[in-house]
């Protein structure tokens, strides 16, 4: 009895696993239609959202540079035609006033100042547009295009008007408040591109790549490739640094390859980790970055350009 006991009991959960399989089977494609239909505006909501701008998306304090060239000038400006490079900090205070402090080159003759009345609007879709009057020796009112990115902290933008430029930029956010000399510290990747009108003997085409060790105390060793106008010159150098309050920073290191002191100078960005900067030397129009290796933590950074 016992035996025949044990085996209708089996029988009788094999036929009820049996038919809730195949229950299952029949109900399945219903429960994911049904699934897919409560999920599904929520997955079309976000593919479709539209990411939106306004004036106050584009407010703080903008590490910048920008390289390019002036290929047509007025007679008058004649002497001005060539690369212009620039460095600096936009101050957009997200109402559409935006205070620039700049040092730029203009065909290597060297400048810098203040440019207290320029303007911005910010577009539903994340365009910026800038309207101020170049600095001398242009002085001339201008334009740039800019688009924002990463949540408003980057951007990059072009020289629009007038007309007879090349010129790009690009801008991160600064995070610091406040800067000291052991915010530029740890190994950098150095990047800079431009010309070099004067001295004659390094006139032409310049780029330069290397790696750059800050102690965080002022000081900086660097080992360099230069390409001056097609010639490689591989230089080891050490040189000193200043970082002010204000999160401007100024370096400089004697070359042998160059036969003078180089000096270059910008902004900080984020919180440290990229320096944006233009060669200071008369005859350069040199500009570029300085991106840290690893973070303060050390994670790897990417900053998009």
């Not at 990747?189 to 790549?209: E, W």
């Not at 002010?244 to 002191?261: D, G, I, K, M």
Request: hydrophobic residues 35%.
């Amino acid at each position: 009895m016992p035996d025949t006991y044990e085996v209708t009991i089996r029988k009788e959960d094999r036929q009820f696993r049996l038919g809730l399989t195949s229950l299952l089977r029949r109900i399945a494609p219903a429960v994911i239609l049904s699934l897919a239909v409560l999920v599904a505006p929520g997955v079309q909501s976000v593919l479709s959202a539209a990411i939106t701008c306004t004036d106050a998306d584009y407010v703080g304090h903008y590490a910048f540079s920008s390289v390019g060239s002036l290929v047509d000038l007025p007679p008058q400006g004649a002497i001005f035609l060539g690369t212009i490079s620039q460095a600096g900090r936009f101050n957009p205070d997200g109402k559409g006033s935006v205070p620039i402090e700049t040092f730029a080159s203009y065909n290597g003759y060297e400048t810098n100042g203040y440019t207290p009345g320029a303007t911005y609007s910010v577009s539903p879709d994340c365009v910026v547009s800038f309207n101020l009057t170049l600095p001398l020796p242009l002085g001339a009112p201008s334009q740039f295009t800019g688009i924002l990115s990463e949540h408003g902290t980057q951007m990059v933008l072009m020289l629009t008007v007038p007309q007879g430029t090349v010129i790009i930029g690009q801008h991160i956010k600064q995070d610091l408040l406040f800067c000291g000399l052991n915010n530029f510290s740890g190994a950098f990747q150095v990047d800079l591109t431009g010309t070099i009108a004067r001295p004659q003997q390094l006139s032409g085409q310049y780029r330069q790549l290397g790696r750059l060790v800050s102690d965080g105390d002022g000081n900086f060793t660097a080992s360099l490739i230069t390409n001056y106008n097609g010639n490689i010159v591989p230089e080891t150098v050490t040189g000193t640094y200043t970082l002010n309050s204000e999160c401007f920073l100024t370096l400089s290191y004697p070359s042998v390859s160059a036969a003078q002191t180089v000096s270059f100078s910008g902004a900080i960005g984020g919180h440290g980790e990229i320096a944006m900067v233009t060669v200071l030397s008369e005859g350069w129009g040199v500009s570029g970055t300085l991106r840290a290796q690893e973070g303060t933590g050390g994670e790897q950074l990417e900053i998009r350009q």
